[in-house]
């Protein structure tokens, strides 16, 4: 028996069935659906008294699973649309209505940026900390980490922002400052390559490891800072306890990777004050000499002789 005559006989032969009347075909409507429940009532109640008609309650679970969808849609523009405005750097209390509304506040893009990475990537808005306080309230991951392209968590984004009232207010949240991203660095290791002098405060007050080393060459912070030829960072972490003499994979000090004079010298006087001070006296007294005999310009930038740096050397 054909599937229209056998509904035909359910119903009584004076109703035709079609595809409108369908409840769980593609084609049917609100209004056919409304019309259909007291047809599938009678079913329900007919498998209750030993009937066979309809599956019990077909109609509720198809109804249940029709407003799911709904909220579902709906709660996915939500945060498409918050995504974007943070994206934007949109103000907070527009942000605040989208999560009020049901936006997910852990939502991701299809590089794995949630808003709180997308807030933070945008390190010149005057919002910036503004924003990461309302989505942290908002139940924002701080450890996050599913950036596909280097995996960076939160706070890693925050020690390029140099900001100090940032990094603080990730670590009151619960951020992980010992995270490291795919090539092994941790926030600190990015803030020193960086050149962000208030980062690097701001973390080791945390309590990040200053001598951590990455994963691949095994560098430190300070070997990150001196490559950069960043002297205040250098400056802020031989004042803070960094090795001076820890090697790398390549078995090099950062004295050894060093390729500038000022920041070589603040290098070796935290290592050996006195040949620092025995290295400029030197300095001075063969400048002194070549400027009085010779009077030849830039007579103050003459490097020392390769002789006496030698014999400097084996003193040290």
Known sequence: MSRIRR????????????CANCIFCCKSSDKNLEGSNDRYREGIDGNREGGDKHPKGSVSIFK???????????????????????SACAEPEHLRNLLLRG???????????????????ASGSERLLQT??????????????????????????AAVCNNYELIELLFRHKANIHARNHA???????????????????????????????NYCWYTPLHLAVIGQFETVVKALVLYGAKIKQSDSCNLTPIDRCQSRKIRNIL???????????????????RGIVRRVTGIYGFDNLPLPITLRRKLKLMQ
């Open 7 to 18: 509904f035909q006989k359910d119903y009584g032969k004076g109703e035709t069935w079609s």
């Open 64 to 86: 249940r699973f029709k407003y799911n969808a709904a909220n579902s849609t709906n709660r996915r523009a939500l945060s498409s649309q918050l995504r974007t405005a943070v």
């Open 103 to 121: 936006a997910d506040v852990n939502c991701i893009d299809p590089l794995g940026y949630s808003p709180l990475l997308l807030a933070l990537s």
């Open 132 to 157: 990461t306080e309302m989505l942290c309230e908002f139940g924002a991951n701080v450890n996050y980490s599913n950036d596909v392209l280097f995996g960076d968590t939160p706070i890693h984004f």
């Open 184 to 214: 092994g660095y941790t926030p600190l290791h990015v803030a020193a390559q960086n050149g962000n002098e208030a980062s690097v405060t701001a973390l080791f007050l945390c309590g990040a490891d200053i001598n951590s080393t990455e």
């Open 268 to 286: 070796i006087g935290a290592l050996h004050p006195e040949c620092l001070n025995l290295e400029s006296s030197c300095l001075r007294v063969i």
